[in-house]
C-alpha cells in the first residue's frame, strides 16, 4: 500500500468512530523449517537473534519489489469516495473474501462488488445466487455467501449499518477470525490491536526462527511475535512479510539465492546445498 493511499484511507475513515455504533514441470523443492532448540525457554525478555537486520534487510527487499498485496491487497479495495461506514464495510468484506483467495482474485471480486453496489442495504436486497456469481472463483465462495449475509444482517441490525469497533465483536461476526479482526481494527478504523498472521507471516516467521519454537497455527504465531516485536512495528510487519512471501520467500521454491538474509536465516542455511552436503 502506497504511504499516499495509506494516508487517504487513514483521513478518510480514522477518526470518524459512530457513536451509536455497539462496539509445473519441475518438480520444486520446499524448504524445511528447523525448531529452536531452546523449546522450553520461558524467557520472557527472549527475541530472535539479529531480528532488526533481518527486518531491515526485507524492507530493503520489498522495496525492490513490487507484490500483488501492494496494489491489490484489501486495504486496496475500499472506494474512498464512499461515506466512512461504508467505506469500513468494503475493507471488511474484502477480508472476508482474502481468505484462501489470492489478491489478484479477491481485488477483481471487490470490484464487481462495488460495480453493483457495496452497501448493507445492497448486500441485504441481493440474492445468494446473484452475490455467488459476483464473489466466484473466490476460495469457499458458497461458504462466504452465507457469511457476508449474515454479517451483513447483523450490521444493519446491531451496528446501524457500520462495523464493530473491537476486537471482540468483530470476532462474533460470522467468518471473522482473529486475523480480519486485527487486520480491520488497523485498516477501517486506524486502531493497532495486534499483528494479522496469514500464512505467509506464519510461515516466514517459522522459516526465520521468530518463534521460540514451531508453531502450528497463525494464531500461535501471533502470540509468539507480539511477545517480543516492538508494537510500534505490528502495522508493518503484516504488510510487509505478506509481500515478501509473495515474491521471495515462497511456500514452494523460494529464493533463498537472493534473499539477503540467505547467511543468517536458518531455514535457508539448513537447505543450503553446502549444509546438505556435511
Known amino acids: 500500500m502506497s504511504l499516499r493511499n495509506k494516508r487517504s484511507l487513514t483521513d478518510k475513515i480514522g477518526s470518524n468512530k459512530v457513536e451509536n455504533n455497539a462496539q509445473v514441470t519441475k518438480k520444486r523443492r520446499h524448504l524445511t523449517i528447523k525448531s529452536d532448540a531452546n523449546e522450553n525457554n520461558s524467557n520472557s525478555d527472549w527475541k530472535p537473534p539479529n531480528w532488526e537486520k533481518t527486518l531491515d534487510n526485507i524492507r530493503k527487499m520489498r522495496k525492490d519489489n513490487v507484490a500483488p ?6 486495504d486496496q479495495a475500499a472506494d474512498l469516495n464512499e461515506s466512512p461506514e461504508v467505506i469500513r464495510y468494503h475493507v471488511l468484506i474484502s477480508l472476508m473474501l482474502s481468505s ?9 471480486a471487490m470490484q464487481r462488488l462495488k460495480q453493483h453496489g457495496l452497501t448493507v442495504d445492497k448486500i441485504l436486497e441481493i440474492s445468494d445466487k446473484n452475490l455467488g456469481e459476483l464473489i466466484y472463483p ?23 449499518g457500520d462495523i464493530p469497533s473491537t476486537i471482540k465483536d468483530l470476532c462474533q461476526l460470522p467468518g471473522v477470525g482473529p486475523k480480519m479482526a ?4 488497523s485498516c477501517a478504523w486506524n486502531e493497532v490491536t495486534g499483528i494479522g498472521v496469514d500464512t505467509h507471516v506464519h510461515r516466514i516467521s517459522n522459516r526465520l526462527g521468530w518463534v521460540k519454537k514451531t508453531t502450528k497455527t497463525p494464531e500461535n504465531t501471533r502470540i509468539e511475535l507480539e511477545s517480543w516485536l516492538p508494537k510500534d512495528l ?8 505478506v509481500g515478501f512471501g509473495q515474491t ?26 553446502s549444509k546438505k552436503k556435511d
Open 69 to 74: 498485496v501492494d496494489n491489490m491487497g484489501c
Open 100 to 108: 484462501q483467495t489470492k489478491d489478484e482474485v479477491n481485488f477483481a
Open 138 to 160: 473466490v476460495g469457499f465462495w458458497k461458504r462466504k455467501v452465507e457469511y457476508i449475509k449474515r454479517t451483513t444482517r447483523i450490521l444493519k441490525d446491531t451496528y446501524n
Open 182 to 185: 486485527h487486520l480491520c481494527m
Open 234 to 241: 505490528w502495522r508493518e510487519v503484516n504488510h510487509m512479510l
Open 248 to 273: 521471495i520467500c515462497r511456500p514452494i521454491g523460494p529464493h533463498c539465492a537472493s534473499c539477503l538474509n540467505k547467511t543468517t536465516c536458518p531455514s535457508a542455511v539448513l537447505n543450503s546445498p
